[in-house]
């Protein structure tokens, strides 16, 4: 979503260069407060939601999952998508958590939502903790989900592989940072 203030840059239009099933690469042209005219690269993107499920001994259920941008096993937190028309936020995020990870939340609490790198795609995740969860058959759509494994990490061995470089996945990083920050805010309430 753009800011209303936009500091005196104005978006002129944009040609589509690609199209795909899910993104579409466009370039678009802007003129600065100066009057210069000038082109930027964009992806257009569908948007997409995140789930923090977050287990009563407070582990996180997180995914292992091969990502052939990066041509490597990722570690992340489940994920997807607004590709079904009509579907809202919150029940992509639940739609996701089952197919993904086998599970459903009694509770969804939403965490927030970002850009994901506003320098070249308008992406846009909404975060959301899941509790209450039980556990049910995987509903996997795609070859890297059914060769994706999932398992059960507390949140402090989490930031321990973060800082050891094994857990790189930004959408995971902030959404579990939000939940941190929550779980906090929670104790010091108590």
Sequence with gaps: MPSPDRNGFRFLGERTRYEGSFIR???????????????????????????????????????????????????????????????????????????????????????????????????????FLAEGLTHLEREHHGIEEEHMTVEAIPLDALWRMQARGELTDGKSIVALSLVDRLLRSRAASS
């Design 25 to 127: 690469l466009a370039t678009g042209t802007f003129l600065d407060p100066s009057g210069y005219t000038f082109e930027r690269d964009l992806v257009r993107h569908l948007g997409a939601v995140c789930v923090v499920p977050l287990e009563a001994d407070g582990s996180v259920i997180m995914l292992r999952q091969y990502r052939g941008a990066v041509d490597a096993i990722v570690l992340e937190i489940p994920a997807g998508k607004l590709d079904v028309p009509g579907e809202d936020v919150e029940a992509a995020a639940r739609r996701e958590l089952l197919e993904e990870a086998g599970v459903t939340a009694s509770t969804l609490t939403l965490l927030g939502s970002f850009h994901n790198s506003p320098g070249f795609t308008d992406e846009f995740t909404t975060c």
